[in-house]
């Protein structure tokens, strides 16, 4: 009995938790790492792309809601889903019209566009900021839990209870139909094909007749909504804030060269990694080694090696490591 508490302790407060939060950034490192595999730059403002969509989706949610739209058990923004999709896709492809066009069709070396996105990261966050406010934003309505901690221990009667939301459920499910259906986009359509052409060697695929506005658009349009429905998905576990978007960025940077900056399947690995990282350092393991251990070696302290304040430095100290002693990535990665 005691192990079974201990397991579901641990599932409750690691298991669940960074499995969610890994499917969340490894959704947003798709898209920053199908940025860097196509146009070849790290685009910073890619976790203020995350916040714009959250951002739209929110304010059609709000909408919904106020002339009596909702969606049962679900969240109302998940029908808000798809215009919040279109409305960054819009923004992002306007953006690269004004800013990254002339820049790319220069051949300017990578660094230049990675300081332009720098910029383009400010614009956005102070765009987000005035339309919708620095404030925590709840948007989460519909069923809170799909089982409650008291369902749970109803049912199993153990003394550690398992509350299961929705928005876990949500978060989790949408990954997978994501990435499979991105993994299928990418490999059987004519157009993917072209976009793997494109990032494997950019010379050729020109002489093959493929058009690289084209193939730079679609993968604006993907990048886009891979970071609204990553940006949204967040939201809904947690809550919305402009600027915890922006602090996003690290981790899905660390998720995106952990797994193989360029590498789609190593994004979805690094994602999952840097996620199960942060959350096994900062937790406490009091709770687990009691169940576990004899009460003569009950452990007196938290059996916490950082606290939740250092999670980002955990992300970053992922990051080095594996810089320092795998640079390509779990997954080889494209080179600069």
Do not use: C
């Not at 809601?65 to 969606?71: A, E, L, N």
């Not at 430095?313 to 779990?330: D, E, I, Q, R, T």
């Amino acid at each position: 009995m005691d192990a079974a508490n201990a397991l579901v302790a641990f599932t409750n407060y690691v298991l669940l938790p960074g499995a969610t939060y890994g499917a969340q950034l490894a959704l947003g490192a798709l898209g920053a790492t199908l940025i860097y595999g196509i146009m070849r730059f790290s685009n910073f403002a890619h976790g203020d792309t995350m916040a714009f969509g959250t951002m739209a989706t929110i304010l059609v949610t709000w909408l919904l809601q106020s002339i009596g739209i909702s969606f049962g058990p679900l969240p109302t923004a998940l029908i808000a889903l798809p215009v919040g999709i279109i409305a960054t896709a819009t923004f992002v492809l306007a953006t690269d019209r004004l800013v990254y066009r002339h820049y790319r069709r220069n051949k300017v070396p990578s660094i230049i566009l990675v300081m332009v996105s720098l910029g383009v990261m400010f614009v956005m966050n102070g765009v987000v900021r005035m339309i919708i406010g620095v404030d925590d934003r709840q948007f989460a309505d519909g069923a809170r839990f799909v089982f409650t901690a008291a369902q749970f221990k109803t049912w199993t009667g153990l003394a550690e209870p398992i509350a299961l939301r929705v928005s876990q459920v949500i978060s989790l499910i949408a990954a997978v139909v994501v990435v499979a259906w991105l993994y299928w986009f990418l490999e059987k359509t004519r157009t993917g094909k072209s976009m793997r052409a494109f990032s494997d060697n950019e010379n050729l695929a020109l002489l093959s007749g493929i058009n690289p506005e084209r193939v730079v658009a679609i993968t604006w349009i993907l990048a886009a909504a891979l970071a609204t429905i990553a940006g949204v998905l967040y939201g809904l576990d947690k809550s919305f804030r402009p600027f915890t978007y922006f602090q996003l960025l690290l981790p899905i940077f660390a998720a995106a060269v952990v797994g193989g900056l360029g590498n789609p399947l190593g994004a979805i690995a690094g994602g999952f990694v840097v996620a199960f990282s942060e959350v096994a350092v900062t937790y406490s393991f009091r709770k687990v080694a009691t169940y576990l251990l004899p009460d003569d070696w009950q452990p007196d302290g938290l059996l916490q090696l950082l606290t939740t304040d250092y999670k980002v430095a955990v992300s970053f100290s992922v990051l080095v490591l594996v810089l320092l002693f795998k640079p390509s990535g779990l997954f080889k990665g494209k080179a600069a």
